[in-house]
């Protein structure tokens, strides 16, 4: 299983991005999908998360910004970015609870990140 991100890159401040995280491999299912991220120096920190029936939770800081959202059947997540400001600029990873089949336990999985630079 991999997840595997995209739509990193650089922005102006107030400027939109939207990142994509696919999910391939053997899966059986997908339960919460998030996406996380961590700034140099920082502790890794949670954006937004989603449920597998869709409900969202946010940080405070990107609330009424950033919207998450996931298509279960082509197993991806997104994340559209509104009126970026400098402080968003981080790595972003996408995580999953993925359940490879009937038999085996969920499991966490992580990307390998993309960056988002968000120039002031």
């Known amino acids: 299983v991999q997840l595997v991100e995209s739509g990193g890159g650089l922005v102006q401040a107030g400027g939109s991005l939207t990142l994509s995280c696919a999910a391939t491999?053997?899966?059986?299912?997908?339960?919460?999908m998030g996406w996380y991220r961590q700034a140099p120096g920082k502790q890794r920190e949670l954006v937004a998360v989603?449920?597998?029936?869709?409900?969202?939770n946010y940080a405070d800081s990107v609330k009424d910004r950033f919207s998450i959202s996931r298509d279960n059947a082509k197993k991806m997540v997104y994340l559209q970015m509104n009126s970026l400001k400098p402080e968003d600029t981080a790595l972003y990873y996408c995580?999953?609870?993925?359940?490879?089949?009937?038999?085996?336990?969920?499991?966490?999985?992580w990307g390998q990140g993309t960056q988002v630079t968000v120039s002031s």
């Open positions: 995580n999953a609870a993925i359940r490879e089949s009937f038999t085996t336990r969920t499991r966490d999985y």
């Open positions: 989603i449920s597998s029936g869709g409900y969202t």
């Open positions: 491999g053997s899966i059986f299912s997908i339960n919460d």
